[in-house]
């Protein structure tokens, strides 16, 4: 049996908490490869050391004095070393690290520095090997992971290997300059590793006790998700329940290794599994709620647009050749409605409008800003009717305003609109009615 595990930043922000982790690490002989994260938050207006390094390579860049920010971040990690009682200097890595900033290694490498420090850290607590991800992690030169590489390199490297630290978050480019994934990619190197080591499970540590049902920051104490399948996940975690890289199930996925989310802090909570496909009915109708905010909606309007051949094909290239992805696009008989990211569309406003009075020239167009979007995700959604209508009659009861609704085909989820003003209220009326009236 193997395990790898994956602590987040929460998990290793202090040395009392190095110290749960290398407990759970402990307690069983399959967890052999750990992906530490860099040190997070110890309490809520903390500051993760990721951001630290960010400020601090920018203020390096500018050609500034740096010493006191970067200070700070050593004082991170040995508050941890000394904590911990450990034997062991990093003046080293600080001194090629600070050659770096002044050399403009780049930002992801400023990033990066925080797992691999940290990793060393862990690597030498546990006793465990160090393995540098830039050794094992490989980008193509256009930035996108390369996967065949790094499976062939990572393979080759644990070869033999019982036990090993890799940090999560970065690898190499080509030209060797070092490259991060996007935030929180510490979860994607978690499943590179379980999948090139064919481990029997991927746990992912964090601060909560497994995927709830809805955010923890807006719904009190909402329940865990038992068993979730990768679509679901994939649906909630893209509408902005962050608990796991939403990129992250891809590598494990593919091979049929299960995530098991787990809590650090109450490791005897089961958790949530991260399944293909199970068999296990969920306990409420709903798996989950997740919701975004910062969405603008373009409403087209055009009679007998219907009618019009390409219409809907025009309308979006025009979104295309001004590089905005679309999210949904809800549309009745005269009418399509085309939902953008506000900070995509703001700075290319003009442009869009003026394309699209040129390519359809549509009767009316008008714009509705600041949107969430919410998703109701659900495998059991498919075989019990009438939850659409649930879901309105709990927001109406609220006096919530839905503006906009669109039933994704595979019946797994319902996305609906409301002002941002209303998101936390919608989520609330929607997490009453299934998950504390079971209806
Ligand atoms: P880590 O540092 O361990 O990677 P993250 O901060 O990335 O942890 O993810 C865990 C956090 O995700 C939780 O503390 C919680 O605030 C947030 N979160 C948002 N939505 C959910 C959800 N549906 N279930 C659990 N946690 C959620
Ligand atoms: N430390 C990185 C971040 O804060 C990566 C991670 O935690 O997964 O985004
Ligand atoms: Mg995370």
Redesign the pocket.
């Known amino acids: 049996m193997v395990k790898v595990v994956k602590f987040?930043?929460s998990s290793l922000a202090s040395a009392e908490q190095f110290k749960k982790v290398a407990d759970i690490i402990h307690a069983e002989d399959s967890r052999r490869f750990v992906v530490p994260?860099?040190p997070g938050k110890r309490f809520s207006a903390d500051t993760?050391v990721?951001d630290m390094l960010y400020t601090c390579y920018d203020v390096a860049a500018k050609g500034k004095d740096f010493d006191d920010k970067f200070n700070e971040i050593k004082k991170r990690y040995y508050e941890i070393i000394e904590g911990l009682g450990l034997d062991i200097s990093l003046e080293k890595d600080f001194e090629a690290i600070k050659a770096g900033f002044i050399g403009k290694a780049g930002r992801d490498f400023a990033a990066s520095r925080?797992?691999f420090l940290n990793g060393k850290v862990l690597a030498a607590y546990l006793g465990y090997e160090f393995i540098d991800a830039a050794e094992v992690i490989h980008f193509n030169d256009n930035g996108t992971f390369d996967a065949a590489l790094t499976d062939t390199a990572m393979k080759e490297r644990l070869n033999g290997i019982e036990r090993a630290v890799i940090p999560?978050?970065y690898g190499v480019m080509p030209n060797d300059t070092i490259k991060t994934f996007s935030?929180?990619?510490?979860?994607i190197t978690g499943s590179i590793v379980a999948a090139a080591v064919s481990a029997d499970l991927y746990e992912n540590w964090t601060d909560v006790s497994g995927f709830l049902i809805a955010d923890p920051r807006i719904i009190d104490d909402p329940a865990p998700i038992r068993t979730i399948t990768y679509k679901e996940l994939r649906e909630l975690s893209y509408m902005g329940a962050t608990v796991l890289h939403e990129d992250a199930i891809f590598p494990v996925r593919k091979v049929g290794i299960p995530i098991n989310i787990k809590n650090t802090n109450a490791p005897e909570d089961p958790g949530t599994m991260i399944v293909e496909s199970t068999s296990q009915k969920p306990e409420f109708t709903i798996t989950g709620i997740a919701g975004k905010k910062g969405f603008t909606v373009i409403n087209i309007e055009k009679e007998l647009m219907n009618a019009e051949l390409g219409f809907g094909r025009k309308v979006l290239e025009v979104f295309e050749k001004n590089e905005i992805n679309f999210e949904h696009m809800p549309s009745g008989i005269d009418t399509m409605s085309v939902i953008v990211s506000q900070a995509e569309f703001e700075p290319k406003e003009q442009e869009v409008l003026a394309g699209l009075h040129r390519n359809v020239k549509p009767d009316v167009i008008d714009i509705e800003t600041d949107l969430a979007l919410i998703a109701v995700v659900g495998r059991a959604m498919k075989s019990n009717r009438g939850t659409a209508g649930r879901i309105f009659a709990a927001l109406a009861h609220s006096n919530v305003n839905v503006k906009m609704i669109d039933q994704g085909s595979s019946e797994l989820n319902i996305i609906i609109g409301v002002s941002e003003a209303e998101f936390a209220p919608a989520l609330k009326a929607i997490y009453d009615i299934f998950v504390t009236a079971k209806l």
Do not use: C, L, N, P
Not at 183 to 187: A, E, I, L, M, N
């Open positions: 987040g930043g994260s860099a993760k990721t925080g797992e999560g978050f935030r929180g990619g510490s979860d």
